[in-house]
């Protein structure tokens, strides 16, 4: 069975362009969630999708936004990139619905975004 | 104001002894807790969870306990493998509104354990 499949593995971008980053989660999970992770802030929530809607968002500011296609594939877009928007860029999917956690999360290996 | 901790960056232990990775939250609120493996160039891994009407779930070599009056949660790993050398990450999950699908989920930094042969 695969597992959850995040395109590209490595990017690198200027300050002020935007990217967009792919998963696919894993067949028949319909829930994926995005997270950011970096040295100083750790692993932080980003969004989660849910049957083609943003159900949960985390603290984030609007420039971060996703979606998500009736294959639930899901992207997310990053806008006007900063410095600081270098980090490893995580997915995973569920079985479960949001909020069931009782059914865990499958993370893909990540987008590595670098901004000079 | 980091709301999930985990004090210790870093833990050593011998090969077939206890594990403990321990985690802290200030959020009376938080109603489900989760470990995460994480090893390099990997997505994390979802090992254990617990919901906070529990004391304690275990999984094979894997229990986590939870104090709510303290605010403070475990995972022990026994016996420790060399394997099981990776990061760490607890989180906590709080309901937002009144439905049942909206929550806010918050990780601690992380803890690195090594586990030597």
């Known amino acids: 069975k695969a597992g959850v499949t995040q395109t590209p593995r490595y990017l690198i971008k200027t300050r002020g362009q935007q990217v967009t980053l792919s998963c696919s989660p894993i067949s028949g999970h319909r829930s994926v969630s995005w997270y950011q992770q970096t040295p100083g802030q750790g692993l932080q929530f980003l969004f989660e999708?849910?049957?083609?809607?943003?159900?949960n968002k985390g603290n984030f500011p609007g420039r971060f936004s996703g979606r998500q296609f009736s294959n639930s594939r899901s992207e997310m877009n990053v806008s006007t990139l900063e410095l600081g928007d270098s980090a490893l860029y995580l997915c995973?999917?569920?079985?479960?619905?949001?909020?069931?956690?009782?059914?865990?999360?499958?993370f893909g290996d990540g987008t590595r975004l670098s901004i000079l | 104001d980091q709301q999930v901790k985990q004090n210790s960056p870093s833990l050593s232990v011998q090969e077939g002894r206890i594990s403990i990775l321990n985690c802290d939250y200030t959020n009376s609120m938080f109603d489900y807790f989760l470990w995460y493996k994480k090893y390099p160039a990997e997505g994390p891994t979802f090992l254990i969870s617990?919901?906070?009407?529990?004391d304690k779930n275990e999984d094979g070599r894997f229990t986590v306990f939870l104090n709510k009056s303290a605010k403070h949660l475990s995972l022990h790993i026994v016996p420790s493998q060399p394997g099981d050398s990776a990061v760490y990450f607890c989180a906590a999950s709080e309901r937002m509104g009144s439905g049942g699908s909206n929550y806010k989920l918050t990780f601690g930094k992380g803890t690195l354990l090594t586990v030597n042969p």
């Open positions: 999708y849910f049957s083609e809607t943003q159900r």
């Open positions: 617990i919901s906070s009407i529990k």
């Open positions: 995973a999917s569920s079985l479960g619905e949001p909020g069931q956690f009782n059914q865990p999360q499958h």
